[in-house]
């Protein structure tokens, strides 16, 4: 598969910020999927572009055209990492999910009751996250796509899960993965099967903080992808 060679502009802010704060990014090789235009009002099915035939009659049957696509929320840095591993073994697109009010170090301070991250966990009508972008330009032509994210009090951090419930993943593989200091994945991949109400959820992966290149490879080895 030929890989795209595009940046988002906001993307690469994003991967500035992570690598300043934790040293942890995806490589210069990973290959960034655009958003598609007006990503929150469109739906998925008319994100391809009408001048693509192949692609309207793709969207039309639910299908795809063989294409896989990583897609991550990272806080810190550490699940942008695994992304962008599986992005450059899989020959993927690489699409960062990002708050349009990013989290800064003090509001993701679980031991503060009173950071954003804190207050959000005790109230869940705070757990909606705006996000820059939610649907990737050519959201059709996936058939598989990686979700990731890190595990907050033993479930998937919320700002994922705007990109989960705003796309259709009817006709789609759907791999999560998940990062975390010691909490496991538990029921957090089937939560987000639930939210998305489509798609066939495959059982995920959790992986440490300080996963390596080659602890990911290992796991992709073993999905026949």
């Known amino acids: ?45 008319s994100s391809v572009p009408a001048s693509s035939a192949a692609s309207g009659a793709a969207a039309s049957s639910g299908a795809g055209t063989g294409r896989t696509l990583v897609a991550c929320y990272s806080a810190t840095g550490h699940t942008a990492a695994v992304a962008g591993y599986i992005a450059d073994a899989t020959g993927a697109d690489l699409f960062l999910l990002q708050p349009v009010d990013p989290y800064t170090d003090e509001e993701l301070d679980y031991n503060d009751s009173g950071s954003r991250v804190s207050q959000e966990h005790a109230d869940p009508s705070l757990q909606t996250v705006e996000l820059e972008a939610v649907t990737p330009e050519g959201w059709a032509d996936y058939d598989t796509v990686f979700v990731g994210y890190p595990i907050w009090w033993g479930r998937a951090g919320w700002p994922v899960n705007g990109f989960v419930t705003g796309n259709d993943f009817s006709g789609k593989r759907v791999i ?9 994945l538990d029921s957090s991949a089937e939560n987000l099967a639930q939210l998305a109400g489509s798609g066939d959820w495959q059982e995920g992966m959790r992986f440490s903080a300080s ?14 992808l």
């Not at 802010?13 to 469109?42: E, N, R």
């Not at 999560?176 to 496991?184: E, R, V």
């Open 1 to 45: 598969m030929k890989r795209r060679d595009f940046l988002k502009l906001s993307a690469a802010a994003a991967l500035t910020g992570m690598a300043a704060a934790c040293g942890a990014a995806p490589s210069a090789s990973a290959s960034f999927a655009p958003a598609a235009s007006s990503a929150a009002s469109t739906p998925a099915s």
């Open 176 to 184: 999560p993965f998940c990062t975390s200091a010691s909490s496991g």
């Open 211 to 224: 996963a390596s290149e080659s602890d990911v490879a290992e796991w992709l080895a073993g999905l026949a």
